[in-house]
Structure formats: C-alpha cells, structure tokens
C-alpha cells in the first residue's frame, strides 16, 4: 500500500494483482479460456465496487477499478502457457472536517 499526502486529504492507494494462468499440452492452449476467467475476476470485483463508500465512516472510496490487464503466452514446445495479469486499483481518502 503507497501512502500520498495532498495538502489536507490524507489518501492511500492499494492494488490487486490478480494472475491467471492457463497452460496446456502443444498448441492446445485459448486465450478465450484465460479471457472468460478474466470476466468472472471483474465481474466479481464490479459487484464489490457497487457497495455504498459511506459504511466506511471518514472515508471516501474509489473501488477496485481495472488499471491495466496484460497477456502473455509462453512456450517451450510440449506446451504453452497463457497468463492474463488484472491489476485493480483501491484510492481511499480519508474526508477532514475542518
């Protein structure tokens, strides 16, 4: 978790990484496999974000918003690998009363 102070509003910042991997035997491995678990993962992180920020007294919340998603495949012959990297990113700001 990074800590960035600006001027009155204490903020921190965290992120998931969330790696999917998928390999199979020779040139049997989809990136449509890897892309459907990538749904889900949003999918299941989308609903959390939906909950109201104000159960969290003081606080302000941006929740888990998808910052960037990767491919990658590898191979080496027998089989490939496939992985998918989802980083989400959490900003809470904490609200100052003055």
């Known amino acids: 978790m ?10 921190s ?9 998928w ?4 040139n049997l491995a989809r990136t449509s496999e890897v892309n459907h678990i990538a749904s889900q993962v949003i999918e299941a992180l989308s609903a959390l974000n939906a ?3 104000n159960d969290l007294g003081g606080f302000e919340v941006n929740r888990h918003y998808l910052e960037s ?29 003055t």
């Open 13 to 21: 910042d965290c992120t998931i990484l969330a790696d999917i991997v």
């Open 2 to 11: 990074g800590d960035a102070r600006t001027g009155n509003c204490p903020s």
């Open 69 to 97: 998603s990767n491919t990658l495949n590898e191979s080496n012959g027998s089989h490939v690998i496939i992985r998918r990297l989802l980083r989400f990113r959490d900003l809470v700001f904490e609200t100052v009363t």
């Open 23 to 26: 390999q199979a035997q020779g």
């Open 51 to 53: 909950r109201p920020t």
